[in-house]
């Protein structure tokens, strides 16, 4: 049964670039949630997608934008990098309106802006 | 404003000590109550979650407690290994409502547990 994947592993980029990051969720689980943590803090919510729409969106600007594919999977994309958005990105995946709420975690995604 | 806080920020414990890590919460909506375990370069993994109808749950040599009158909660790891050294997160969440399954995350506690 394989767990949430993400990809890239690493990434650099410069400031001003646009990146795209990807995740696969769970077996089983309909529903990807993003969150950027950033080096020594705790995971912040960026935005939630099930059936390929925005369902909740955290305190971020509208350069993070998203999308979910039929198959589930997500991608994260970022435009105008600025140095602050250096930091880990996680993807976690989970059941829509089921009785857990339980979220599963991918590896991340470690983006550096130069 | 930060709606999970956690504490200690470090925690140094004897091989076979308890280790405790403590969460309070101001949101009274939450409902869910999870900790993870992250190790340096991985995601976090879920290790134990409660709700706020029973006052304490346990897996193995892990123990969530849980004050709802308090909005606190904390995590007990019994007999702890070195091989549990890592970062402990709480996080909390609601299930309906705005916002509704997003994780409000601690800013973390780095265990360390010495031989």
């Known amino acids: 049964d394989a767990g949430v994947t993400q990809s890239p592993t690493h990434l650099i980029k410069t400031r001003g670039q646009q990146v795209t990051l990807r995740c696969s969720p769970k077996s089983g689980h309909d529903t990807v949630s993003w969150y950027q943590q950033a080096l020594g803090q705790g995971p912040q919510f960026i935005f939630q997608?099930?059936?390929?729409?925005?369902?909740q969106r955290g305190n971020f600007p509208d350069r993070f934008s998203g999308h979910q594919f039929p198959n589930y999977s997500s991608e994260l994309n970022v435009n105008a990098l600025l140095l602050g958005d250096s930091a880990l990105y996680l993807c976690a995946s989970s059941l829509w309106g089921g009785s857990s709420y339980e979220q599963y975690f991918g590896p991340g995604t470690r983006l550096t802006v130069t | 404003q930060q709606q999970v806080k956690q504490s200690p920020q470090s925690l140094i414990v004897q091989k076979g000590g308890i280790s405790i890590i403590n969460c309070a919460y101001e949101n009274t909506a939450f409902d869910y109550f999870p900790w993870y375990q992250q190790f340096p370069g991985k995601g976090p993994a879920l290790l134990i979650a409660?709700?706020?109808?029973?006052s304490e749950k346990k897996e193995g040599r892990f123990t969530i407690s849980f004050n709802k009158s308090a909005k606190q909660f904390s995590l007990h790891i019994m007999d702890s290994q070195p091989g549990d050294s890592a970062t402990y997160f709480c996080a909390a969440s609601k299930g309906s409502g705005a916002g509704s399954y997003q994780l409000t995350f601690g800013k973390g506690t780095k265990l360390s547990v010495i031989p």
């Open positions: 997608y099930y059936e390929e729409e925005e369902r």
């Open positions: 409660i709700r706020p109808d029973v």
